[in-house]
């Protein structure tokens, strides 16, 4: 078999809570730790004013109930757990076509930082000091997205630039700037590889992560053929800080941060599912401070990967085929 680095999610949960998972036995113990603490923090206000203080197990929150886009949509002054003037980042999505209200997601500086701290070490899976990065997202703002991870490559001592959006300008900005590495959107690198093969040329960076949706089985090994290695896939969403599950270099699935999130797969009914099984990813947010969720169903199909993975991470695999129900 061969041996891999261990998961830099690893790293991180280390970094973050000053210890080291070595079984998943510490890691659960740990998780159920955060999540009473968790439920302590959020009893009796809001949303959740109804939900018990303290579960004696994981297992338990199966019996909890389920928070939904429509929460958030509806009741979001129910969902905040800080004051307005704590909170550094208000993502608005867009406008509900049946309510003619916007879904708002607040931040706290610790939570942008959290999630700057999982970049900056999840991307040293592919990009080293002294590199230049290509970025396939919009400018975002500041503390948006794209700004993030500009400050995680800072942090790594690796310089980038935002990407034009048309392909063919992109490629005229890869051609002057020569980029070693990218990170982008699955849409923006599918346009790019049409760009590079229409002008029978080859991309500068030889290394990518894929981020942003649903990147397939065939763009990954299109991608692999264009640069000469294997992309790594990133999961996340706003309402779980943007920052979710990162692949390793076995490249068999993409490792949760367990330490600040805690995965469900539920069926149809909302009944929980076994490892292997797919069905609905469902989220319970453990380290937020701004807008903590519990069992956020996601509208995205997922499943555990069963098997560890061949790094050894303590940290569950989360399939990369993840589809928008």
Same mark, same amino acid.
Request: with cysteine; proline share 5%; net charge negative.
């Given at each position: 078999?061969?041996?891999?680095?261990?998961?830099?999610?690893?790293?991180?949960?280390?970094?973050?809570?000053?210890?080291?998972?070595?079984?998943?036995?510490?890691?659960?113990?740990?998780?159920?730790?955060?999540? &009473?603490? %968790?439920?302590?923090?959020?009893?009796?206000?809001? %949303?959740?004013?109804?939900?018990?203080? $303290?579960?004696?197990?994981?297992?338990?929150?199966? &019996?909890?109930?389920?928070?939904?886009?429509?929460?958030?949509? +509806?009741?979001?002054?129910?969902?905040?757990?800080?004051?307005?003037?704590?909170?550094?980042?208000?993502?608005?999505?867009?406008?509900?076509?049946?309510?003619?209200?916007?879904?708002?997601?607040?931040?706290?500086?610790?939570?942008?930082?959290?999630?700057? @701290?999982?970049?900056?070490?999840?991307?040293?899976?592919?990009?080293?000091?002294?590199?230049?990065?290509?970025?396939?997202?919009?400018?975002?703002?500041?503390?948006?997205?794209?700004?993030?991870?500009?400050?995680?490559?800072? @942090?790594?001592?690796?310089?980038?630039?935002?990407?034009?959006?048309?392909?063919?300008?992109?490629?005229? !900005?890869?051609?002057?700037?020569?980029?070693?590495?990218?990170?982008?959107?699955?849409?923006?690198?599918?346009?790019?590889?049409?760009?590079?093969?229409?002008?029978?040329?080859?991309?500068?960076?030889?290394?990518?992560?894929?981020?942003?949706?649903?990147?397939?089985?065939?763009?990954?090994?299109? =991608?692999?053929?264009?640069?000469?290695?294997?992309?790594?896939? $990133?999961?996340?969403?706003?309402?779980?800080?943007?920052?979710?599950? =990162?692949?390793?270099?076995? $490249?068999?699935?993409? $490792?949760?941060?367990? &330490?600040?999130?805690?995965?469900?797969? =539920? +069926?149809?009914?909302? &009944?929980?599912?076994? +490892?292997?099984?797919?069905?609905?990813?469902?989220?319970?947010?453990?380290? !937020?401070?701004?807008?903590?969720?519990?069992?956020?169903?996601?509208? +995205?199909?997922?499943?555990?990967?069963? !098997?560890?993975?061949?790094?050894?991470?303590?940290?569950?695999?989360?399939?990369?085929?993840?589809?928008?129900?």
């Amino acid at each position: 078999m061969v041996a891999f680095p261990k998961s830099k999610v690893d790293e991180y949960a280390s970094a973050c809570e000053g210890c080291t998972f070595e079984t998943r036995a510490d890691l659960e113990e740990f998780q159920l730790k955060r999540l &009473n603490e %968790l439920l302590e923090r959020i009893g009796g206000r809001g %949303l959740y004013a109804e939900y018990p203080t $303290h579960l004696s197990s994981l297992a338990d929150i199966a &019996n909890l109930p389920f928070t939904t886009e429509r929460d958030i949509i +509806d009741r979001p002054s129910q969902l905040g757990m800080v004051s307005q003037s704590q909170c550094v980042r208000v993502i608005s999505d867009e406008t509900s076509a049946t309510t003619g209200k916007p879904k708002r997601i607040y931040y706290t500086q610790a939570d942008r930082d959290r999630t700057t @701290r999982f970049f900056e070490i999840g991307l040293q899976e592919l990009i080293e000091p002294g590199d230049f990065v290509m970025l396939g997202f919009p400018e975002s703002g500041e503390l948006g997205l794209t700004d993030l991870i500009e400050e995680a490559c800072r @942090r790594i001592g690796a310089m980038c630039y935002v990407a034009e959006d048309e392909a063919r300008y992109a490629i005229d !900005q890869m051609s002057m700037l020569s980029p070693n590495a990218y990170i982008g959107h699955p849409f923006h690198m599918t346009a790019l590889l049409d760009e590079l093969a229409a002008r029978d040329t080859v991309p500068t960076f030889t290394r990518a992560l894929i981020s942003g949706d649903s990147c397939s089985a065939e763009l990954c090994e299109a =991608v692999a053929a264009a640069i000469g290695s294997y992309p790594f896939l $990133h999961y996340g969403s706003r309402e779980i800080g943007l920052a979710g599950a =990162v692949s390793c270099s076995s $490249h068999k699935g993409m $490792h949760i941060r367990e &330490n600040d999130l805690l995965v469900e797969i =539920v +069926d149809g009914n909302g &009944n929980p599912l076994p +490892d292997g099984e797919w069905g609905e990813i469902v989220i319970t947010t453990l380290a !937020q401070e701004a807008m903590p969720f519990v069992r956020y169903r996601t509208q +995205d199909r997922g499943r555990i990967i069963p !098997q560890p993975c061949e790094c050894s991470s303590v940290m569950r695999l989360l399939d990369d085929k993840i589809e928008r129900m």
